[in-house]
C-alpha cells in the first residue's frame, strides 16, 4: 500500500513572515508577482505591506484587490485580465480561503482556458499552472496547503469542489498576525472549518498515517485554543496556535479528504450564502452522530484529541462525548440553526433533493464512514434546520 503526498515545497511560518514574501519569490525565481486579494485586505493596509516586501526585493509587483468571497466562475473574469495586463508570472493569494482559492484558479485558467466547469471533481487536474503563493489572513480554510479551489458556478449555483496537484500553491507564507484583526464570528467560523477538515481528514476512509499525525495536531490545538480566539481575539498565543493548526488540518484533508460534512456545506454556501465554516457548524454535530456507527475508535480518538474524552473513557462513551462536545462547541460560539440564521422553511425543504444530489456528486459523502444515499442526506439537513 502507498500513500500519495503532496506539500508546498516551502512554507514560512511565523510573526512577521509576511515581511519575507519577496525571498520567497526570490526562490520560485519569479519577477513578476501579482497580489490577488479582496477589497477589506487592500483598505486594512495589509496588501500593501506585502506590496511592500515585494518591492523591497526589486520585483515589478501590482495588486488585483477584487476578489470576493466564495469566489464565482463569473468573478474570475475580471482577475484573468488583471494576470493578463500585468504579464504576472506568480500569482500571491493574499486573503481567506476565497482570494486563495480565486489566485489558485486563475492560475490554472490563465494556462488551461476554458470554463472552470469542466475541472470540477471527480477530475483529478495536473500539468500547468502559474505557481501560487498563498498568504493567509484567516485560520480556517487551509488552502495555503490544499490541492482544492472552490468555485461556485454563476450558472447553476453549484459549488464545485476542483482537485488536483495544479491547485496546490508552490509556498505558503503563515502568518499569525495577519488573523489578529479577524472579529469574534469570523474567529469561531475559520476556526471551526479548520476542525472540521482535522477531524474528517481523520475519519475519512482514505485516512493514512502521515494524514493522522498532522490531523491529531490540529484537533487538539483547537480543542485548546478556539473559544479562546472567539472570546479574546488579542491572545497572540492562542493566534498562533490556531494558525498552525488550520494549516495542519489542511495539510491533513488535502492528503486524506473530507468528508460528509462538506459535502452537504457547499450547497448551502452556494444556495444561501452561509460562510462556510457556519455551514459546516450547523451539520457538524449531527452529522458526525450519524458517521460514528462506521468508524467510532476513529471518533473517540478525535474525542481525546479534542480534550472532550480521557483515556478512562471507552470508545462508545469517546465517540457520544465527542458530539455533546460539538452541540457545546456551537452554544458557547453562538452558532445559529438555519432557521435562526433566517432561512424559510419553504426554501429550505423545496431545495433539499437539489442540494442532496450535488452534495452527493461532490463525491466527498463517499470518504465519510457511513456511505449516506440521496434519502438520507435530505433527512439529515431536515434535523437540522430548526
Ligand atoms: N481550497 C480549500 O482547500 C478550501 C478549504 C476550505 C474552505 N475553502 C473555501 O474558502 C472560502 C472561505 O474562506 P475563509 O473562511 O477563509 O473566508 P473568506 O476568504 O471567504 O473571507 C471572509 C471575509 O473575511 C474577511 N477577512 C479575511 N481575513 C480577515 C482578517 N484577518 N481580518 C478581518 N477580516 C478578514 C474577508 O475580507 C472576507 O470579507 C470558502 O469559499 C470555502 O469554500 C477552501
Ligand atoms: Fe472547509
Partial sequence: MTFHIALPRTMKIGAGAVRELGDVIAEIGARRPLIVTDPFMQKSGTADIALQA????????????????????????????????????????????????????????????????????????????????????????????????????????????CAGPAFLPVAAVVDYELTLSMPARLSADTGIDALTHAIEAYVSRKANPFSDGFALAAISAIGGNLREVYKNGSNRDAREAMMLAATQAGIAFSNSSVALVHGMSRPLGAH???????????????????????????????????????????????????????????????????????????????????????????????????????????????????
Wanted: glycine share 8%; aromatic share 6%; hydrophobic share 40%.
Fill in 54 to 161: 515585494l518591492h523591497e526585493n526589486g520585483f515589478e509587483a501590482a495588486v488585483f484587490a477584487e476578489t470576493v468571497p466564495d469566489p464565482t466562475t463569473d468573478s474570475l473574469a475580471a482577475g484573468l485580465a488583471a494576470v493578463r495586463q500585468h504579464d504576472a508570472d506568480v500569482l500571491v493569494g493574499l486573503g481567506g480561503g476565497s482570494s486563495i482559492d480565486t489566485a489558485k484558479a486563475l492560475g490554472f485558467l490563465s494556462k488551461r482556458g476554458g470554463p472552470m466547469r469542466q475541472y470540477k471533481a471527480p477530475r483529478r487536474n495536473t500539468g500547468p499552472s502559474l505557481p501560487v503563493v498563498a498568504v493567509p489572513t484567516t485560520a480556517g480554510s487551509g488552502s495555503e496547503a490544499t490541492q482544492f479551489s472552490i468555485i461556485s458556478d454563476s450558472e447553476t449555483n453549484e459549488k464545485m469542489l
Fill in 272 to 386: 444561501f450564502h452561509i460562510a462556510h465554516g457556519l455551514a459546516n457548524a450547523m451539520l457538524f454535530p449531527t452529522v458526525t452522530e450519524f458517521s460514528i456507527a462506521g468508524a467510532e475508535t476513529r471518533y473517540a480518538d478525535c474525542a481525546r484529541a479534542l480534550g472532550a474524552a480521557g483515556p478512562q473513557d471507552d470508545d462508545e462513551a469517546a465517540a457520544k462525548a465527542l458530539v455533546a462536545e460539538l452541540h457545546a462547541l456551537n452554544s458557547d460560539l453562538g452558532v445559529p440553526t438555519p432557521q435562526s440564521h433566517g432561512i424559510s422553511a419553504g426554501d429550505w425543504h423545496r431545495l433539499l433533493p437539489l442540494m442532496a444530489q450535488q452534495a452527493l456528486a461532490s463525491g466527498s459523502p463517499d470518504n465519510n464512514p457511513v456511505v449516506p444515499d440521496a434519502a438520507e442526506i435530505e433527512k439529515l439537513y431536515a434535523k437540522i434546520y430548526a
